[in-house]
């Protein structure tokens, strides 16, 4: 049984295109995230998600619209699809924020 | 501000040598720190903490790490490596108070048989 898991696994689209990634945790944490990790592995967070309320938003594009309809998911929507948004898309979800995180598999994100 | 950097983004040892990969944080206050490991194709998955008790902190498939706040550093250390190991390990800094985790920069373990 999954803790955190995310669908779909893998995305391969034209530029210009609307895309969206599901996310769903059955640890029963509070926060949820969204983090971009690009080519070269470097890790970055997009947004953070506690109790529905968005709490983190770092300076990522307006195309990129996080949801949480409940505490248990996060989703992310990407509008308007460009080159450099080719990553893995991680969804994450923790306690609080002890940083002590756990992830998703990934969603590899591939935009020609 | 906070920062966290990580020295070599590629490590390889021989199996059975010891691993050795080294962190250096930057922070004002007294920091959190953690180690997290990413086999491929897969998340992240949490080796082990520190949240200002011990210094010498145990984590899981035999390593550990050590704050030296005089070094400002969290260096991961496994005695014996095994070819398992191999991996992407990530170096991570949360301050009390802040709500995010900043992960350095990653490095690469390559165990050669």
């Not at chain 1, 998600?49 to 983190?56: A, G, Q, R, V």
């Not at chain 2, 498939?61 to 070819?83: D, I, Q, R, V, W």
Request: proline letters at 4%; charged letters at 20%; one cysteine or more.
């Amino acid at each position: 049984d999954t803790a955190v898991s995310q669908t779909p696994k893998y995305l391969v689209t034209q530029m210009g295109n609307d895309k969206s990634i599901k996310c769903e945790q059955n640890l029963g944490h509070d926060t949820m995230y969204w983090y971009k990790q690009d080519s070269k592995k470097f890790l970055k967070i997009m947004f953070s998600y506690n109790n529905k309320e968005l709490i983190i938003n770092e300076t990522v594009p307006n195309r990129f619209s996080p949801k949480s309809p409940d505490k248990a998911h996060l989703n992310l929507h990407i509008n308007s699809l460009e080159l450099g948004d080719s990553a893995v898309y991680f969804c994450a979800s923790s306690k609080a924020y002890t940083g002590e995180l756990f992830f998703g598999e990934g969603s590899r994100l591939t935009v020609l | 501000a906070q920062s966290v950097t990580q020295l070599g983004s590629h490590v390889s040892v021989s199996e059975g040598a010891l691993v050795l990969l080294r962190c250096n944080y930057s922070s004002s206050v007294p920091p959190y720190l953690f180690w997290y490991v990413q086999y491929p194709n897969q998340g992240l998955q949490l080796l082990l903490k520190y949240t200002s008790a011990a210094t010498l902190v145990k984590g899981i498939n035999g390593f550990e790490a050590e704050f030296k706040k005089s070094e400002t550093s969290f260096h991961l250390t496994k005695p014996s490596a095994h070819m398992s190991d191999a991996a992407e390990y990530f170096c991570a800094v949360r301050t009390q108070g802040a709500q995010k985790l900043l992960f350095g920069q990653g490095t690469r373990l390559t165990i050669n048989p």
